[in-house]
Structures are given as structure tokens and as C-alpha cells.
């Protein structure tokens, strides 16, 4: 049977195909949406992890139990679970392993452009790479069979274009797969040195029969034989463009990248006078290729950053482009459009109180990364899931007599239970007088409203239990803890000026529930006075959506506004109200 599928909701249709039992990971785009369609299926039991090596831990400990595990994760992602991936390499599987991890060539979503294809060779595992939709249901099937087969976790790379795409995919039924069951084989299982020397050798022989295997396979490596004398070696979703590219050239399609099918490439090379490889983000086949002894033609000829599209496969395989394949809107008058938090979100509020008080911010990860725009413009530094309170703690410590105390770290409830935790402990058995503001919203917003340990509900929407954020940071050992509305500006700077001045740790939670998530609405829409607006700015500059510059005056759209109060705090000359219920 045929659908029309979404690339992440293909992957979910293999992995049931393949009767897996049970689906963790933690939500980041490109890969959201493979759990969240896995979940779907009443039978699987599917669950948001706390962070990545979390998810692939409890999905390893199903695989050690017989059944089928998938883990999915953006690339970043997979850097957080790399220490269980890495020795999971060694174990191998018991029921079949599947790790899927999602790139984001371009950086559409993310904080760096990192090819996650050097992750299956450092670590010495298998993995596949889909070029479309209908690849990636299948191989998502057949991926189990490959864990199983070789004894190795697989991983399974997707990339922005093949996870948002939507084509017709082959569906079939449900793989009778039945739990092998837990097996004693602590030589196996249990890394102590010297098992793990002795697993090193079974890494490589495993390696060594899935490169003979992926030597032989035209399912998983397949030639198009064309009719020029150009050859094609490429992968992933890059196939599609060198296909419409030359249709006539011959092409080696890649699925099975790692271990590199090389023989096959060097009988392929010899059919061709010329051969080229496509590939997006790093040299990865090319290197190897080259190191092999064979003249490839590759790199040079695109830009060392981005995503691939048709026109720039033209330019390396034809020279010159035919057509264009994107829309150049660069002298186009149209005005910029950044991202910008939602009317009436708290975090806000926050941040305009951040940049009035001069605090040094050391941001994180989720949507509240956008309090580093203008107008707000009070985020100071952001680097990854967590880092914010290790920064913070480091900058405090040493920022100088006269910027000391005025560092604070800022971290949503998600962020927080994902990697905050460790940092606060740090925080803590250190003696460090940094404090800690956690925006919690009871969601994780940045990637679509998933829920998290501090939410109350699981990935289907049924009740599970509740962490409470102020408990968790007492529970630690914190003795300043203190819980804020966020839309009291007056009472939150108070709170912010006696923390920063507390000798020891401290923690803000700034509760306010997501008003996009839960569809809050917390007054009527403000009205502007004009006639006794000095136009200051002031309103304009908290760099909500919902109110503008018009005529020199500030103007409220009554569609837009959620009545959140904050423009009205802000207004010394008393122009803008909230009018009464």
C-alpha cells in the first residue's frame, strides 16, 4: 500500500514494520515528529526522556531485555549520548538497536552544522542513510535486521530535507518479532577492561563482515548504470539532486554508509572516465575515497557550509547552473522579519528586566534564546543544553569587584531537567554566590510543546507525575529557592537584586504557563493614551508583536494582545492601561 508521509513519520512506520517494542529520546528539530508518530501505535511504548543519554540508556536496557529499541535525537543530541553510544559499540545488541540521529545542514534550527557520519566511524557501528521518504521506512525496517545481524547498535543518519519532506512511501504490515529475553553474558555486557579489550577484536571482525556485506548489496549501495561516462558517487538526500542533475550519468547510491562499501566504489570508478562525489556538509565518502588511492572530483566544487540544492550540484557537476532552484529575494524590498517570542510570553518580561538592570546573561537553550535580539538584546552568551549554569557560575567567579553579582544564569524548566541539574550541583558543592533564574513554562515550547518531567503528562497526553521545579532545587540541596510571577515586574526585580546580593546559591523560578500551549489569555488588550504618551520608547523596546510604532505613537493590536500587563508597567507616564474585566 502507498501514503503520502512525512520523512520523520516514514522512519516511525519502518520501526513499527519492524515490530519494535519500545521508543525513547529527547525532542529537537529536525527529529521531533519520529516519536511522536511512533507514538501512535497503542502497542509501542514510547516515552520523552530528560535528555538524550537518558533515552538511549533505557533504550539500550530494552535492547539487553530481547526487543527492539529505537532512540531518536537531533545531532547535537547524540554529543549528549555519546558516552552509552560509544560502549554500546562494544556490547553489541541482544534485540536490534536503532539510533537515529537528525543533521541540520544549514543550521535551520540549530547552534552548529556538525556531520554526524564521523560518529558511526569513531565509534565503529553501522549506519544507513535515507534519501527520501520511502528510504527511510525501510530502512528503518531493515535496520533492526542489520543490528541483529551484525551485533551492532545502527546508526541511522537523516538529515533536514529527507526528515521534512513529504513523498509516497510503501507501507506494509507488522513484523511478527518475537522478545528474545534477557541473556546472562556478563563477558559481553559488562565493559570492564579486559572484556573490553576482548570485545575490541568482535568490533572489528563485525565491521569487516558488514563492509563485505555492503560490497555485495545492490539493495543497500545500488548502481545507476547511465549512459555518459561520468560517475556519481553519493548519499542521502543529495542522490535526488544529482538525479535531476544528469540523468544520464552513472550513479552509486550510498544507503549503507559506514562501513564504506570501497571495493564496489573502485569497481564502479573503473566503469567511468570521470568520477565525482556528492555529498552534503563535511568530505566524509570523499576522504576515504582519496586515502583509497582513487581521483575524485568533490569538494572544491561547493560551498564548505549549507545545505545542497539543485543549483549547486549543477554548478559541480555541469559547470553552470540551468536553472535556479531557489527564489533570490536578496534585492527584494522586504522588510526583516526575526523571530520573535509570542504576544504576552513571560520570559519577556524577563528579559526587558534583564537589559533595565545590566545583568550579564548566560543564556540556554528554547526559545527564550531569543531574549539575544533586539530590541530586548539581553543575552550575553549561549552555547548549549546546560552550559548556562557552569557559565554563569564561571563569570561570576571571575568577572572583576565591580561587575561581581551582576551574572545571572537563565535556563527553561525543560533545559533545566535535561542538563541544568549537574551545573546547580556544581554550583553547590563549589561554594558558588551565582544565581540561577529558570523560566518555567511547564512545556518544552522551542520544538513544539512537548511535555517534560516538570509537565504532568506523557508523550500520548495522559497524566504521569509531576516534578515539582522549586522541590527539585531544594531537594539538592539549595536553601535560596524562591518562586516569582514573571508579569510583576516591580516584585521580580526585587527578587533579582536580593538574590545577586545572597552570599551563597541562589535559584528564581519565574512561573508563568507557555500562553501559546495552554492558550492563556490574562486580560483585555491595552489601550494607549496619546494624549499624555511622551513617547519615550519605552513600551516599544519590551519588543512585544503586539504593539507598534505608528505616527510616533505607540499603537496596540487588539488581535495580537493577551492583556499580559507588561507595556503598562513600563509606561512612567501611565499612557498605556490594561482597561478592567
Known amino acids: 500500500m502507498k501514503k503520502l508521509m512525512l520523512g520523520n513519520e516514514a522512519v516511525a512506520q519502518g520501526a513499527w514494520e519492524a515490530g519494535v517494542a519500545f521508543g525513547s529520546g529527547y525532542p529537537g528539530t529536525p527529529s521531533t515528529e519520529i516519536l511522536e508518530h511512533l507514538a501512535s501505535h497503542e502497542e509501542v511504548v514510547v516515552q520523552w526522556a530528560p535528555n538524550e543519554k537518558v533515552g538511549l540508556e533505557v533504550s539500550i536496557g530494552a535492547m539487553l531485555a530481547g526487543e527492539r529499541a529505537l532512540c531518536t535525537m ?10 552509552p553510544f560509544f560502549s554500546a559499540a562494544y556490547t553489541g545488541v541482544n534485540g536490534g538497536l536503532v539510533v537515529v540521529s537528525a543533521d541540520d545542514p544549514a543550521m535551520h534550527s540549530s547552534q552548529d552544522e556538525q556531520d554526524n557520519r564521523y560518529f558511526a566511524k569513531a565509534a565503529k557501528v553501522l549506519m544507513v542513510e535515507p534519501a527520501d521518504p520511502d528510504e527511510a521506512c525501510w530502512m528503518a525496517r531493515e535496520a533492526f535486521s542489520l543490528s541483529e545481524q551484525f551485533d551492532s547498535p545502527v546508526l541511522m543518519r537523516m538529515t533536514t530535507r529527507v526528515s521534512h519532506q513529504t513523498g509516497v512511501v510503501n507501507v506494509g504490515g507488522k513484523q511478527a518479532v518475537s522478545g528474545k529475553g534477557f541473556k546472562k553474558n556478563i563477558a559481553k555486557y559488562v565493559l570492564l577492561p ?34 555518459s561516462r561520468i560517475g556519481v558517487v553519493t548519499s ?22 559506514w562501513p564504506l562499501p570501497i571495493e564496489r566504489i573502485k569497481s564502479f570508478a573503473a566503469t567511468v572516465d570521470e568520477l565525482f562525489v556528492v555529498e552534503e556538509l563535511e568530505p566524509f565518502i570523499e576522504e576515504a575515497l582519496l586515502a583509497a588511492g582513487l581521483e575524485v572530483k568533490g569538494s572544491a566544487l561547493r560551498p564548505y557550509t549549507g545545505e545542497l540544492n539543485l543549483t549547486v550540484v549543477e554548478k559541480m557537476l555541469l559547470g553552470a547552473p540551468k536553472h535556479v532552484a531557489t527564489v533570490d529575494l536578496s534585492d527584494a524590498p522586504l522588510p526583516p522579519r526575526p523571530p520573535t517570542l509570542c504576544p504576552g510570553c513571560g520570559h519577556r518580561a524577563m528579559f526587558d528586566l534583564f537589559r533595565e538592570m545590566r545583568l550579564r546573561v548566560m543564556g540556554d537553550i528554547g526559545c527564550y534564546t531569543l531574549g539575544a535580539l533586539k530590541p530586548l538584546a539581553a543575552m550575553d552568551a549561549c552555547l548549549c543544553m546546560g552550559a548556562s549554569v557552569g557559565m554563569a557560575e564561571g563569570l561570576q567567579r571571575f568577572g572583576g569587584p565591580k561587575e561581581k553579582g551582576k551574572t545571572v544564569g537563565v535556563i527553561g524548566d525543560s533545559t533545566f531537567f535535561h542538563s541544568g541539574i549537574p551545573g546547580l550541583l556544581d554550583m553547590l558543592a563549589n561554594r558558588s554566590d551565582a544565581t540561577l533564574v529558570i523560566l518555567d513554562n ?10 517534560n518531567p516538570g509537565t504532568g503528562k506523557d508523550i500520548r497526553g495522559n497524566d504521569a507525575p509531576q516534578l515539582d521545579t522549586a522541590m527539585v532545587c531544594k531537594g539538592l540541596g539549595v536553601k535560596r529557592v524562591r518562586v516569582v510571577d514573571p508579569y510583576k515586574l516591580d516584585e521580580v526585580r526585587k527578587a533579582i537584586e536580593e538574590e545577586l546580593a545572597a552570599p551563597e546559591v541562589s535559584v528564581i523560578i519565574a512561573k508563568a504557563p507557555c500562553i501559546l500551549q495552554y492558550r492563556v489569555t490574562r486580560g483585555r488588550p491595552a489601550e494607549v493614551k496619546t494624549d499624555i504618551c511622551n513617547r519615550c520608547g519605552a513600551c516599544i523596546r519590551v519588543g512585544c508583536m503586539a504593539i507598534h510604532e505608528h505616527d510616533g505613537y505607540p499603537e496596540v493590536d487588539p488581535e495580537m494582545c493577551n492583556g499580559c500587563g507588561v507595556c503598562e508597567q513600563v509606561c512612567e507616564e501611565k499612557a498605556i492601561t490594561i482597561p478592567k474585566a
Open 442 to 451: 511547564s512545556v518544552t515550547a522551542m520544538t513544539g510543546g512537548q511535555p
Open 236 to 257: 542521502g538526500v543529495a542522490f535526488g539532486y544529482v538525479r535531476e542533475t544528469m540523468p544520464d550519468a552513472s550513479i552509486l547510491k550510498i544507503g549503507l554508509t
Open 74 to 83: 537531533k545531532h547535537v543530541g547524540l554529543n549528549v549520548a555519546a558516552d
Open 194 to 227: 579486559s572484556h573490553a579489550r576482548e570485545r575490541r577484536h568482535d568490533v572489528e571482525q563485525r565491521l569487516q563482515a558488514a563492509r563485505a556485506f555492503g560490497n555485495q548489496s545492490g539493495l543497500w549501495n545500488p548502481i545507476y548504470e547511465g549512459k
